[in-house]
């Protein structure tokens, strides 16, 4: 039997894949092929550290090395400790014996403990799954309808006041430093105070030949100098002041990015309240705070302190502020969402102002600058002519997972972090106690694969290729010395990330189709900003990612909004996730598969995926109007309908005459339901007998599926 995987993650992608795998399932297995689900979930993976489960993400690590592999995989959570203890709490309370996170370090087994719980930390699946690079872009069909049926985009006012501000020194881009290897070496980082005592970091770093090596650190006495500058300036000027982080994929400097930046908008009620604070985190976010808070005597005080100041600050609703929790606003899809919504976010009283979106460091701000810069100057997008921007993304081997993995670090005091070879210094910065050191490298077989698959997706259209590298800035310059011994035969430009945000938003005004090429964190941006400005929603398009030894991994949308959507289906029992990520993702995979019901099945999907895009069957934002559950039912009602006429048509035809007989019943079975709150038995580890109930409500459905 061909086996296609299918990854068990969290929130809304796999709530959402409990109605549409049942129905999967049932057309697959007529056609010998089945989805085998490995979990790769936040509770799994606490679960597999402590030998309570089995560690499926390491099976999923010796698969993504078979020239076979055929893996879909839905968007996970990258963990904040925050969510982390949440899960763990959940998974405490269904009777698993865990320990706790340990804040402090009391003994060796507080260390064992924390070791395990490391290793599910942030963007802890990601670098292990993604051994090849990212080709993603939308398909013609998805194109097309967004033309047709063109999403929201609000109207930027010329005398706007909102801005974007980033450090000007001080930051990652001032102190980075970067070269290529010459020889295949072992490296080790040390940190060196300032009576020469040496503590070793990190060591037993294997670098082999033409990697890239780079290292940087960001000076919090900076960083704090410019938050308190634009917090003061935000006041002044009346506008909403807002973070923009990625403390999920980051999750060593941006969670402390983030501490730095609560600590300096609340100093007052830290000085005030000191002995009372003493022991909090500010990168643990207001909402632990607050919890903790609520049991001691001057706790309901300082709270009402804590919420009388977030007066001017981002509000995601009216109870969660930007400092909630680290992880609650992320980059890549916050930040695409103010642009398309005229520069406007929602503050403290509930009305939607023009606001200051700090992006500390500045290496990537540019882009989202030259959005704004554009949007004010020459109006918004058209999407009825509008080009298409597709990428090429750098992700294979761990690269440039910037300050997210085993190189990333505090310094414990004044003094110098060293990066050493055994023929000496490779790399020395003078840090103060605090500053955040981070070291990448980026494998020389990744980039080679990068460049190849550049070259490739040029060849094969005629569109615009522009390399996203900043000359000015230390790494980049390593990676177009690289870029331009590969990129031979084929039309490119490299240009800063700002200057190519700009020539790119030229270019799709023009109805031109344009293909970015971009390091790790521009490839994790540019697949949300592009896509939610061109479709409304980064989660149609098709990601392919050519894995190094043969195999593929599809990758569905992103899952940005993936918390939102649950909390929508837990109050109202509605559903917005478009599931259209996992059907293009099916389409590509049945491809894969070289046999003649596989290739069936994929015509016909791809048949039925237009079908359901041109009747616009997506989800749909009313309560009581149709949902995720519904717009499945809808997707396999066409495919059903487009094997009619092929050669599989017997195996389905009583399934069709079924669905097409009871179909209204079954969408009013979808509807009624709604409007009502509903219980998952959990947020992070869900009760599957619930959820089953919650996401397959239609009895008449269900009882085809099942006897199918």
Known sequence: MNEIIWTKTDESPYIASVSLRAMLDMMLKKADIRLKVLDISLAGRILSVFNMADDELEIL????????ANIIKLPNISATISQLKSAIKEL???????????????????????????????????????????????????????????????????????????????DFYANEMAKIASKDEILRIEFVDKNGKKTIFKDDIDVKKGDVIDASYMQVGELIKFYKDEIKKAKRDGLVFSLHLKASMMKVSDPIIFGHCLRTYFDEIF????????????ENGLKEL?????????????????????????????????????????????????????????????????????????????????????????????????????????????????????????????????????????????????????????????????????????????????VWLDENRAVDRQMIKLVKDGLDGVWYEILSPEKACEKTLQLIRAGKDVISVSGNVLRDYLTDLFPILELGTSAKMLSVVPLLNGGVMLETGAGGTAPMLSREL??????????????????????????????????????????????????????????????????????LRALKDSELSSKYDEILAKFEKQKDEILMEFSKVQGVGVDFGGWYYLDDKKLQNIMRPSKILNQIVDNA
């Open 61 to 68: 690590s010796n698969i993504i090395k078979n020239p076979n």
């Open 92 to 170: 405490q309370n269904a009777g698993y014996d865990l320990p706790d996170y340990p804040d402090e370090i009391k003994n060796d087994n507080d260390k064992i403990v924390l070791e395990k719980y490391k290793k599910v930390l942030g963007s802890a699946v990601n670098p292990v799954l993604r051994d090849g690079n990212s080709d993603r872009r939308s398909t013609r069909a998805v194109k097309e309808y967004a033309k047709a049926h063109p999403h929201y985009m609000g109207e930027w006012e010329r005398d706007s006041k909102t801005r974007i501000a980033c450090m000007s020194c001080g």
């Open 271 to 282: 000085i005030k309240y000191s002995d009372d604070l003493r022991y909090f985190k500010p």
């Open 290 to 466: 607050f919890t903790t808070l609520g049991d001691k005597e001057n706790g309901n005080k300082i709270i009402y302190e804590f919420k009388n100041m977030l007066d001017g600050v981002y509000m995601l609703d009216k109870d969660t502020s930007n400092f909630h929790v680290s992880s609650d606003v992320i980059i890549d899809a916050s930040m695409p969402q103010l642009l398309r919504n005229s520069g406007k976010l929602k503050s403290t009283d509930g009305i939607w102002r023009e606001c200051v979106a700090v992006i500390p460091d500045r290496s990537y701000a540019g882009v989202y600058q030259a959005v704004l810069s554009d949007f004010k100057n020459n109006g918004m997008l058209n999407v009825t002519t509008l080009g298409s921007v597709s990428n090429v993304g750098l992700m294979a081997k761990k690269a440039q997972e910037y300050g997210s993995h085993d190189k990333s670090f505090i310094a414990p005091d004044d003094g110098e972090i060293v990066v050493l070879s055994d023929d000496g210094l490779v790399f020395k910065f003078n840090v103060s106690k605090g500053d955040i050191f981070r070291m990448c490298l980026t494998r020389a077989e990744a980039i080679s694969n990068w460049i190849d698959l550049a070259k490739s997706r040029a060849k094969s259209t005629s569109h615009d290729m522009i």
């Open 570 to 639: 837990q109050t109202q029992n509605h559903m917005i996730w478009d599931s259209l990520g996992e059907f293009l993702a099916l389409n590509a995979s049945l491809e894969l598969i070289k046999t003649p019901e596989a290739k069936i099945l994929a015509t016909t999907l791809d048949l039925a995926i237009s079908e359901y895009l041109n009747n616009n069957k997506s989800p749909q934002v009313q309560v009581g109007a149709l949902d995720t559950r519904g717009s499945h039912f809808w997707l396999i009602l066409y495919w």
